[in-house]
């Protein structure tokens, strides 16, 4: 039997996927504002990822994973997260009739630990850091003989998240550029995948927190980094970039934008503003990466991925004391 772990990752998986994912969620919206992209000049279309059943697109990787898991014979999986992998995994689980432990960092966003809980999965907080949580799993691993689900490393996770560029171009077959935030990195591996083999002239921009610039200094460098870990933004909050999605992001990237905290905190405002939706840091920052390029954009259908939802309390009450951003 194939180790989870080698499985490939491709649009033919892509497509099976689709058929995994498309039993439990329905697709997404994929919303154009006219008033957006008329003080941009940009045609501006959001991908609401924050409208799945956990608010995040990786609802789609966990079901992909333990659909496979399931059919192998595993009956148990831990992972470690900030938040919204975590959330995916113990939900994903739980509809498999799986057990789940999810490891977060101390001071964790209350959101999304009292979330992973209501799903029955156990949550053990370890540490300040992600990378802290990934040796407690190690650990805990070995203890209980669970399967540990790598929040990047997973072929089936990044499989599971192409769904959501398969409907993208279903939707906007011309579509000319595409902003995704970038964290672990499954997603901008998994827009990699899709988008350059079905619309190869789109190009695919990654946007990421300054304080937490791992992806983007591994792909300038060419070779996997790590940096500082400091943004207060989960979706970004990872130390390293990671072997598996770099191997393929390295290629299919056109640019990367990094923002300051108060510029990712401004996302949330326009989010707010220009959408009425609810994003968290990273799930609002391919919209500041797009308000940043828009100069560049002009003219250009640009599908921005709103990719989740769970901002904590004190998160959104400082972005919306924020001034509207000055077009």
């Known amino acids: 039997m194939i ?130 949580c990934a040796a407690a799993v190690d650990d805990l691993c070995l203890q209980r003989g669970l399967y540990s689900a790598h929040p990047a490393n997973e072929p089936h996770l990044i499989n599971g998240v192409g769904t959501e560029f398969l409907e993208i171009v279903e939707d906007l077959p011309d579509i000319d550029v595409m902003i995704v935030p970038i964290g672990a990195g499954s997603e901008a591996a998994a827009a990699g995948t899709v988008l350059k083999a079905l619309t190869p002239r789109c190009e695919i921009i990654a946007v990421q927190a300054e304080r937490s610039p791992a992806a983007c200094l591994s792909w300038r460098e060419g070779q996997v980094m790590t940096a500082a870990n400091e943004t207060f933004a989960g979706g970004f909050a990872t130390g390293s970039a990671y072997a598996l999605p770099f191997d393929i992001y390295r290629h299919a990237l056109t640019d990367f934008v990094l923002l300051s905290e108060d510029e990712i905190y401004q996302g949330i405002n326009a989010a707010l503003h220009h959408t009425h939706q609810l994003a968290e840091g990273a799930g609002a920052a391919s919209l500041m990466a797009l308000i940043k390029l828009r100069d560049r954009l002009q003219g250009k259908k640009v599908v921005v991925q709103m990719s989740g939802c769970n901002a904590s309390p004190e998160e959104i009450a400082t972005a919306v004391k924020l001034p509207d951003y000055p077009f």
């Not at 399931?70 to 994903?92: P, Y």
């Not at 490891?103 to 209350?110: G, K």
């Open 3 to 132: 180790n989870p772990k080698d499985y490939p990752v491709s649009l033919t998986e892509v497509y099976r996927a689709k058929r995994i994912v498309g039993q439990c969620l329905k697709p997404t919206q994929l919303i154009h504002y006219p008033a957006l992209s008329s003080v941009t000049g940009v045609q501006v279309y959001v991908k609401h990822e924050n409208h799945n059943p956990t608010g995040s697109f990786k609802i789609r990787g966990g079901i992909n994973l333990m659909h496979h898991l399931k059919a192998a014979g595993i009956e148990g999986v831990i992972t470690h997260s900030t938040g919204n992998h975590g959330l995916s995994v113990a939900t994903s689980a739980a509809w498999a009739g799986m057990n789940a432990v999810v490891v977060v960092p101390q001071h964790n966003n209350p959101v999304k630990n009292l979330a992973i809980r209501a799903t029955g999965a156990e949550l053990v907080e370890a540490g300040a850091t992600l990378e802290d």
